[in-house]
C-alpha cells in the first residue's frame, strides 16, 4: 500500500476510485477543513436524522458525485475518551466491506479535525482487514482493494514522523499478512522442506542469513527430543537457523517458533473434530520468519537471531510411543508420557541450542503450545509467561499498542514440581486439567539457562479469532510479527 500524509489544503484528490473516510466521535460532530460544503450539509442532515452517530465502528457511505472524491465514508470511533489504538484497528477494519463494495481504490483519510489522531492504527486495520486467502480457488473472487492512503492532517502539523510510522505499520503488516499466508497453507503444500526453502529464498531476498540443517545434523547435535517428534512421518526434520547482523549492534537478541507443519498428535491421536486446523500448528515459526524479513528491511542496530525447528507429528510405524524417553540438546532426559505435548519437546532442543550457540542477551519464544491458552483466556489475548520483568513487561505494552495483547501467567517453582519425571528428569506433561499453560511454560524454563527469557502461547490467537473486525475467523492471524517485530526495534534503542 502507498502512503502519503499531507497538510490541509495541500490535498490532491483523485477522479473515480477515491472516497474521503471522515472519523467521527458519537459525542463531537465530525470535523473536516477538506469537506464540500454541500457535502457538509448532507452529513450535518444525515447526523440530524439519526442515520450517523458516531458509535464505535459504525460505517456509512455516501455518494459525492459533484465532487472530487466519489464518495464520503463517515466511520464512527465511539466516545472521545475511549478513543484507542485499538479501537481505530477494528473501525478500519469494519470499513474494509463498504471500500470494497464501494470499488475504493484510493483512501482519503481526514484527520484535519484531531490532534495525534493515531493513523498507523487504520493503516493496521485497513491492510489486515482487506487480507483474503483464496489461492487455491478455481475462481477467486478478484475484490477491489485500498491500494493508496493519502493521510490529511492538520495545516500546522509536521508530516516526518507521521509519514514514517504508517510506512512502517505497511511493512509490519505485510509482514504479517506473509505470516498468514503460511498459516493458510495445507500441509500437503506447506512440508518442512518446503518451508526451509521459503526461509532461504526469504533471506536471499531481505539479506540475512539463513542455514537449514537436515536431520543427519540435527542427530549431530544430540536433539534427540525434537527427533522424537519427526519419527513417525515420512517427512524429514529441519531446523532453520537464520541471523541479521549490524555492524552498530551492542545486542543480540534471540527468537524461537515452533513448527509443526502438521500435528495428528501422534500415537496419543487427536479426535477428528478440528484436526484439519492442525496445519495451523506452524505459526509460531511463520511469526518468527516473517519478523526476521521485516527486521532485515528495517534494519535496526540489534543482532537478531531466530530459530525454528520444524517437522510433522504423525503416527508412521516408528512413531515415538507414550513412555519413550529422550535425551535432549542440553542433557536433560524427558520421558514422553503423551505424544500430543510435542510442541514443547521440538522447542526445548531449539531453545537450549540457541541459547549455547549464542548466547543471547534475551529470548523469546513463540508457540501454539497448549489448548489451556483457549481455556484460560479465550480468543482475545495470548499468555505470556517468563524469567524476567522487563522482557515480559515490555512484550505486554507492545501488545497492548498492537492489539496483539498479551496476559502474564505465573511460574512459581510449585508448578515446575509437577513435571518432575518418574524414570528421567522430566515428564512433558503435568496432572491432568490442571495449569496446562503454565506447565508447558515451566517445561521450556529448563531449557533457556540463565538467559532472560519469555514464553507466548499462541494456541488461541493464531487462528480462529471471532468479533474482531480485521480478522476472519477462518483464518490465520500472523499474531506475533507486529509484536515481535516492535519488541526487536525497541532493542536497538533510539
Not at 119 to 136: H, K, N, R, S
Not at 137 to 161: E, Q
Not at 360 to 375: E, F, R, S
Amino acid at each position: 500500500m502507498h502512503i502519503d500524509v499531507v497538510k490541509s489544503g495541500n490535498e490532491s484528490f483523485e477522479r473515480g476510485g477515491a472516497c474521503l473516510v471522515l472519523p467521527c466521535h458519537e459525542d463531537a460532530p465530525a470535523a473536516s477543513a477538506v469537506l464540500a460544503q454541500r457535502d457538509a450539509r448532507v452529513l450535518a442532515a444525515l447526523a440530524k436524522q439519526g442515520v450517523i452517530t458516531g458509535k464505535a465502528s459504525q460505517c456509512h457511505y455516501f455518494a459525492t458525485p459533484k465532487s472530487a472524491c466519489s464518495g464520503v465514508l463517515v466511520l464512527g470511533l465511539g466516545k472521545k475518551t475511549r478513543l484507542t489504538q485499538e479501537s481505530v484497528r477494528r473501525a478500519a477494519g469494519s470499513a474494509c466491506a463498504v471500500l470494497q463494495h464501494n470499488r475504493i481504490e484510493h483512501a482519503y483519510l481526514d484527520v484535519s479535525g484531531f490532534r495525534g489522531f493515531p493513523a498507523p492504527a487504520f493503516v493496521e486495520g485497513l491492510m489486515l482487514g482487506q487480507y483474503t486467502f483464496d489461492e487455491f480457488k478455481k475462481r477467486a473472487n478478484a475484490k477491489t482493494k485500498v491500494t493508496a492512503l493519502t493521510v490529511i492532517v492538520p495545516a500546522r502539523s509536521t508530516t516526518r514522523t507521521l509519514q514514517q510510522d504508517c510506512e512502517l505499520a505497511v511493512m509490519l503488516c505485510a509482514a504479517t499478512n506473509g505470516a498468514r499466508h503460511l498459516g493458510n497453507t495445507p500441509a500437503n503444500e506447506l512440508t518442512p522442506a518446503a518451508l526451509s526453502e521459503f526461509a532461504q529464498r526469504a533471506a536471499e531476498d531481505e539479506g540475512f542469513e539463513c542455514s537449514v540443517l537436515d536431520k543427519t545434523q540435527i542427530a549431530s547435535l544430540g536433539m534427540n527430543a525434537f527427533l522424537g517428534v519427526a519419527r513417525g512421518s515420512s517427512q524429514p526434520p529441519k531446523l532453520i537457523v537464520m541471523q541479521y547482523r549490524h555492524p552498530k549492534a551492542k545486542k543480540t537478541v534471540a527468537l524461537v517458533g515452533k513448527g509443526i507443519t502438521f500435528d495428528t498428535g501422534g500415537i496419543s491421536i487427536k479426535d477428528a473434530d478440528g484436526m484439519h486446523k492442525m496445519k495451523f500448528d506452524m505459526c509460531g515459526a511463520a511469526a518468527v520468519l516473517f519478523t526476521m524479513m521485516a527486521v532485515a528491511a528495517i534494519k535496526p542496530a540489534v543482532n537478531v537471531v531466530a530459530v525454528t525447528p520444524v517437522c510433522e507429528n504423525k503416527t508412521g510405524a516408528d512413531a515415538q510411543r507414550p513412555g519413550d524417553i529422550v535425551r535432549a540438546y542440553n542433557g536433560v532426559t524427558i520421558e514422553v508420557n503423551n505424544t500430543d505435548a510435542e510442541g514443547r519437546l521440538i522447542l526445548a532442543d531449539a531453545l537450549a541450542f540457541t541459547v549455547d550457540k549464542f548466547k543471547p542477551h534475551a529470548l523469546v519464544d513463540i508457540a501454539t503450545l497448549t489448548g489451556g491458552a483457549t481455556v484460560a483466556l479465550g480468543h482475545f489475548a495470548a499468555p505470556v509467561l517468563g524469567t524476567n520483568d522487563a522482557v515480559v513487561n515490555e512484550l505486554i505494552q507492545i501488545g497492548t499498542d498492537s492489539g496483539e495483547r498479551l496476559w502474564r501467567l505465573p511460574l512459581w517453582d510449585d508448578y515446575s514440581k509437577l513435571i518432575e519425571g518418574t524414570f528421567a528428569d522430566l515428564c512433558n506433561i503435568g496432572p491432568a486439567r490442571q495449569a496446562s499453560s503454565i506447565i508447558g511454560a515451566c517445561f521450556l524454563k529448563r531449557f533457556t539457562g540463565r538467559t532472560p527469557w519469555a514464553h507466548v502461547d499462541i494456541a488461541a490467537t493464531a487462528y480462529g479469532v471471532k468479533n474482531i473486525p480485521y480478522w476472519n475467523p477462518d483464518l490465520a492471524t500472523g499474531f506475533g510479527v507486529r509484536l515481535l517485530s516492535r519488541w526487536v526495534l525497541a532493542q536497538a534503542g533510539k
